[in-house]
């Protein structure tokens, strides 16, 4: 009996502490979600893939989106898609699920998409006071996902773990909210570029 009272004791314990775990983790994604939907975003930082590190622009406006890093560049208005690598334009009209660089369109589909925990104080970066840990319901490539945040609520780094045991690691050097961006800073006038346009619509 005094066993049993001891794994009923431990049960409501970790459920106690799953549940607060995952209260702290949805009220933190809410303020960070909150800073994206007073404008425009524009954040600027490096990215860290295997042996390179690579600079890397992002502009998002709620679901549009302009990310330049290393060799490519890819824009979303919000139905049409232009990803520009090695001479090349394709243009397609993903889904939801295949937006997966947009760090706000990540957030705003957590609860849906994700299991949502925060990460151990013990285990945030420099300059990180709060992290989410952000796992699949459902299998995809990304094995897991980290963002970690300032006192403000602001991203300061993100990490991805993939299902073929890589890693990418992104460090945000600055961040500005409630901007006010034009409808052509995300969208790709192909006639800019000597590519080849692949249109997969």
């Known amino acids: ?11 409501l314990l970790f459920t106690t502490v799953f549940a607060q775990n995952e209260k702290e983790a949805t009220a933190l994604l809410d ?26 622009s992002l502009k998002m406006d709620h679901e549009r989106f302009h990310a330049d890093v290393a060799d490519f560049e890819l824009w979303f208005d919000n139905k049409t898609q232009w990803f520009l690598r090695s001479e090349e334009i394709y243009i397609s009209e993903p889904n939801p699920e295949e937006q997966n660089m947009n760090p706000y369109l990540m957030m705003k589909n957590a609860k849906k ?15 990180a006071t709060a992290g989410l840990k952000l796992t699949p319901r459902n299998y995809s490539e990304l094995q897991e996902a980290k963002l970690f945040f300032d006192k403000d609520n ?21 961040f500005k909210n409630g901007l006010k961006f034009d409808a052509k800073d995300f969208t790709c006038n192909t006639k800019d570029f000597d590519a080849e346009v692949i249109d997969m619509r």
Not at 116 to 127: A, H, M, N, Q, R
């Open 113 to 127: 998409q994700f299991n949502v925990s925060t990460v151990d104080s013990k285990l945030l970066p420099k300059g």
């Open 31 to 56: 303020k960070a979600i909150a800073l994206f939907e007073k404008g425009g975003v524009e954040m600027n930082g490096v990215v860290r893939y295997g042996d390179g590190a690579f600079a890397l």
């Open 154 to 174: 602001r991203l300061v780094s993100m990490q991805a773990y993939l299902q073929n045991g890589n890693q990418a690691n992104v460090d945000i050097t600055s």
């Open 1 to 11: 009996m005094k066993k049993f009272i001891l794994s009923l004791s431990a049960m």
